[in-house]
């Protein structure tokens, strides 16, 4: 344990370098932190998707529309409590073009059974109810546009093309960090009538809600299996399989962030490296007096991966109270109210955190293995003759 301390207190002899070193590290471990954020807010919906919903779509993409008569023949199947449908609408804020927010075509009562951590006031629920051209907005995306209940809004179709209208019935909030409250979600059948024949009664996808999740996957397979026979197939599965599958479509932007992630571990490494070298370089005589005076290479090999392990938790330590101030307060609440449609709950992990911490201190010994190997083996007659 003397031995730990003392390389504590090696750290701190040339405070300048060491200041430098622990805000190099630092900053890298503040990237780290911020792309994991980053990677786990993306995952969020898959990680807490509700376990007793299932979601059909249709068997070649959910770009594919099903027969509206389908969700009839689901909400037969045993084992199914409740179904209800969506359909994507794609509109964008013809005042904000560039702003991207999900906006659906749903069956409100429906809708709101099957999504019961949707929470909205009984009296906005009941004017979204009672009008056609009625819409619930997130809270989010209501701060976002400036929204209120009984606001008209206008938006730009471009899957279904068009100024559409609507009226603000009141907005929600959600219980669950996989539910994005930054949605514009609107009556299905005020989309549907205004289509042209050829295109009505045709919806994205079914979400249902089942009796027992256990048996999710068979009463999935029990839905495919009616419609395998019929003219257009479906794909059951769970909705944290559903989320997992969208999120399937950026799966080369999260492999090239876990990559950058590791090259942030590997900057941070040499920059460790290449200060505990230097250390062991400038003392070189101080090593060799104490192997004169009767100290072993073990104790040699202590000072230094001591010293090292130090560099690793104070690294840690800053980086980690940088990152909440500027990942979560800062960065976190921006996406959140700007972005919510990827990241609805940009929050850092505990495990992140801890990852942080385990991997600054493990880089930092790692580094320090091979000076400390070197400065170990040295003769002590070589070491004198090198001061001298």
């Known amino acids: 344990m003397k031995l730990f301390l003392i390389s504590a ?7 300048g370098r060491t200041f430098l070193t622990v805000l190099g590290a630092a900053v890298a471990i503040l990237a780290f932190i911020m792309l994991r954020t980053i990677l786990s807010a993306w995952t969020v919906a898959a990680e807490y998707a509700a376990k007793d ?14 027969p509206k008569r389908y969700i009839d023949t689901i909400r037969e199947t045993p084992g199914v409590k409740k179904a209800t449908w969506m359909n994507w609408f794609g509109a964008r804020d013809p005042k904000r073009p560039d702003d991207f927010f999900a906006n659906m075509a749903v069956d409100p009562k429906t809708f709101l059974e099957v999504y019961d951590e949707v929470v909205v006031a009984d009296a906005d629920k009941q004017r979204w109810y009672e009008d056609r051209q009625g819409a619930i907005i997130g809270a989010n995306l209501a701060k976002k546009m400036g929204l209120k209940v009984g606001d008209k809004v206008t938006l730009e179709g471009s899957i279904y093309p068009g100024d559409w209208t609507f009226n603000v019935s009141g907005i929600y909030t959600a219980t669950r960090k996989s539910f994005d409250d930054s949605q514009f979600l609107f009556h299905w ?6 289509l042209p024949e050829r295109r009505r009664d045709e919806i994205g996808w079914v979400v249902s809600r089942v009796d027992d999740p256990g048996k999710g996957a068979s009463i999935s397979q029990a839905i495919d299996s009616v419609f395998d026979q019929r003219d257009t197939q479906t794909t059951t599965m769970s909705e944290r399989a559903m989320n997992l599958s969208f999120l399937g479509m950026f799966s080369a ?3 090239a962030l876990d990559i950058v992630s590791v090259i942030i571990l590997a900057i941070m490494m040499m920059i460790l490296g290449n200060t505990i070298a230097m250390g062991v370089r400038e003392r070189t005589r101080e090593f060799a007096v104490l192997r004169a005076i009767g100290f072993t290479p073990g104790h040699v090999r202590t000072f230094i991966i001591g010293e090292a392990a130090f560099f690793g938790v104070l690294s840690g330590v800053v980086g980690v109270l940088l990152a909440y101030p500027i990942v979560q307060q800062g960065m976190g609440r921006w996406l959140e109210e700007n972005m919510g449609g990827f990241f609805p709950y940009f929050r850092i992990e505990p495990m992140t955190v801890a990852l942080a911490l385990g991997l600054s201190v493990a880089l930092g010994i790692g580094a320090s293995l091979l000076p400390a190997a070197r400065a170990a083996k040295l003769p002590v007659t070589e070491a004198l003759r090198r001061v001298a």
């Open 9 to 15: 207190r090696n750290v701190l002899r040339n405070r």
């Open 53 to 66: 919903r299932i979601a059909t779509r249709h068997k070649v993409t959910f770009v594919m529309q099903l």
């Open 189 to 194: 059948n005020y989309l549907n009538d205004s």
């Open 253 to 255: 932007i999260l492999t």
